[in-house]
């Protein structure tokens, strides 16, 4: 575990093993750079993410184009992942940004995010990096707001360590983390967090009239798991509801995915771990804010009893829905946890799942998919994302494609007569199931395509990134600070 300490020195004044200097804008002419000189002869430009290591001179420099948040993030990150291999104990650095938190909030993140590896599958690998002093010093000698920064610097913590929650559960291999396993580590870190947990089992889904969650979960030999944990502060003005796609293991079910494309499918929990990293974080934070969090966990599996493409299943609201592929078994599952969700009443429901392969060939692989009927909403959410670092784009919804999820034998078909749009046709099943009163409080968030990349990219590491988490926890804050501001 890293921690970053906060000094009030100069940098020149730390003592460290190694001092990461950003060169910003390609200005070599400042007083942190001491190495110019033979930065051409190293052809060293300082392009963005450009790095130059000098391991006798015991310094990096990282290069970023201006100093927003984004670039110190994923500087700091990209710093950790080159110095990994030494044995530093030690980094320090002086302070850069200049937006209202001056940049501290994205630093601590960058630095959290960037010493995560999940790697305990090796033998024990020393985690050498102990600490790293932040200086009191400006780049552009600006006067040092000390608290404001400290609380930057502690929100940035609680965000990076929940993100680093959500990857441990994603990464997790899929025998380990099975239903019932996620419902032990949901229930652990509600007691950590004095959050409320509910755990509804078999009977009552079968109760609740849930058949399309219970069809899917048949042929998986651990119970399906409705998993509800609610942080409620003795204050709040506005309710959220969090709906995550929970199945620790997709195998496509009878409509089997080939081997390449069942490969990182314990990542088909991605929305679930999301929504648990979210409701760590906000009530660490200790945020006015009431959330309730709703989880659709199972495992896809096949076997005798699996749920069959032909079958009419009839979901908690009263719905029939044509089962055409049992692989497009998140929006079932979804389906029955959506109207259980609508149940409390919610200001803002946000529903997160890795649901489709493609919402990735829409966007790429980094970019998740903003759908809903609210546009101001999906814009909010948009905003969020880009202050918290993550990509978010919307894709939008229209009637003709609506009605390509028309069955003629039941309400709708679990997949749509058109191979195009699959992102789209796959949200609007899931609106089947939104109250109209309650669609312009309804956004999804297809997170198919980042919730795992196996590369490093930006802050991330090889696997599971907790994608989602820094968005919707940027979203609940600004819904805070709008708040506030009235
Ligand atoms: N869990 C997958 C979606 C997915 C694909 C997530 C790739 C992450 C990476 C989902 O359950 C699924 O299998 N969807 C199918 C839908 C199809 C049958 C209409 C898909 O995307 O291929
Ligand atoms: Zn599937
Ligand atoms: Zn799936």
């Known amino acids: 575990m890293i921690n970053i300490?906060?000094?009030?020195?100069?940098?020149?004044?730390?003592?460290?093993?190694?001092?990461l200097v950003f060169v910003v804008n390609k200005n070599f002419n400042h007083q942190w750079i001491k190495d110019a000189q033979i930065f051409d002869f190293l052809s060293f430009s300082g392009n963005e993410d450009e790095v130059l290591f000098l391991p006798e001179k015991r310094i990096i420099y990282i290069g970023i184009v201006n100093a927003t948040d984004d670039n110190l993030r994923q500087g700091a990150a990209l710093a950790l992942?080159?110095?990994?291999?030494?044995?530093?104990?030690?980094?320090?650095?002086?302070?850069?940004?200049?937006?209202?938190?001056?940049?501290?909030?994205?630093?601590?993140?960058?630095?959290?995010?960037?010493?995560?590896?999940?790697?305990?599958r090796f033998k024990k690998e020393q985690e050498r990096l102990k600490r790293i002093y932040l200086a009191s010093e400006f780049y552009n000698s600006r006067a040092t707001d000390?608290?404001?920064?400290?609380?930057?610097?502690?929100v940035g913590k609680v965000i990076a360590q929940s993100v680093n929650f959500t990857r441990n559960l994603v990464n997790t291999p899929p025998s380990e983390l099975t239903p019932v396993e996620l419902v032990v580590q949901a229930r652990k870190m509600a007691r950590e967090n004095g959050l409320t947990v509910m755990v509804k089992g078999k009977d009552f889904l079968q109760k609740q009239k849930m058949g399309a969650f219970l069809a899917v979960n048949r042929a998986s030999s651990y119970p399906p798991q409705l998993i509800h944990l609610r942080y409620k502060p003795k204050k709040f003005f506005k309710k959220i509801v969090l709906v995550g796609?929970?199945?620790?293991?997709?195998?496509?079910?009878?409509?089997?995915?080939?081997?390449?494309?069942?490969?990182?499918?314990?990542?088909?929990?991605?929305?679930?771990?999301?929504?648990?990293?979210?409701?760590?974080?906000?009530?660490?934070?200790?945020?006015?804010?009431?959330?309730?969090?709703?989880?659709?966990?199972?495992?896809?599996?096949?076997?005798?009893?699996?749920?069959?493409?032909?079958?009419?299943?009839?979901?908690?609201?009263?719905?029939?829905?044509?089962?055409?592929?049992?692989?497009?078994?998140?929006?079932?599952?979804?389906?029955?946890c959506l109207c259980y969700a609508q149940e409390q009443n919610p200001d803002y429901l946000i529903d997160i799942a890795t649901l489709t392969g493609a919402a990735m060939i829409a966007l790429g692989n980094y970019t998740a998919g903003v759908m809903g009927f609210n546009e101001e909403l999906k814009k909010e959410l948009l905003s969020a994302a880009v202050v918290a670092g993550e990509y978010c784009g919307t894709l939008p919804f229209n009637k003709f494609l609506q009605q390509k999820i028309k069955s003629k034998i039941a309400d709708i078909r679990n997949i749509a007569t058109t191979k195009y749009g699959g992102a789209i046709t796959a949200a609007l099943f899931l609106a089947e199931f939104i109250e109209d009163k309650n669609k312009p409080?309804?956004?999804?968030?297809?997170?198919?395509?980042?919730?795992?990349?196996?590369?490093?990219?930006?802050?991330?590491?090889?696997?599971?990134?907790?994608?989602?988490?820094?968005?919707?926890?940027?979203f609940i804050i600004n819904i805070v600070k709008k708040h506030n501001n009235k």
């Open 81 to 120: 992942r080159k110095l990994r291999k030494t044995k530093a104990k030690s980094i320090k650095l002086g302070l850069y940004g200049h937006e209202n938190d001056f940049g501290a909030r994205a630093l601590a993140e960058g630095f959290y995010l960037g010493a995560y590896q999940y790697s305990r």
């Open 245 to 336: 796609k929970g199945l620790t293991y997709d195998t496509g079910g009878l409509s089997l995915k080939p081997s390449n494309a069942m490969m990182t499918m314990k990542m088909d929990m991605g929305g679930a771990a999301a929504a648990l990293g979210v409701i760590k974080a906000v009530s660490k934070l200790a945020l006015p804010v009431s959330i309730d969090v709703i989880l659709g966990v199972t495992e896809n599996a096949i076997g005798k009893d699996a749920y069959k493409p032909d079958d009419i299943l009839t979901a908690k609201n009263g719905k029939t829905i044509e089962v055409i592929n049992t692989d497009a078994e998140g929006r079932l599952v979804l389906a029955d």
């Open 5 to 19: 300490v906060f000094v009030n020195k100069k940098l020149k004044e730390i003592k460290a093993d190694i001092e």
């Open 146 to 154: 000390f608290s404001a920064i400290k609380s930057a610097l502690s």
């Open 441 to 474: 409080k309804w956004a999804h968030l297809d997170i198919a395509g980042p919730a795992y990349v196996e590369e490093d990219w930006g802050v991330n590491s090889f696997g599971a990134t907790g994608a989602g988490v820094r968005t919707l926890v940027s």
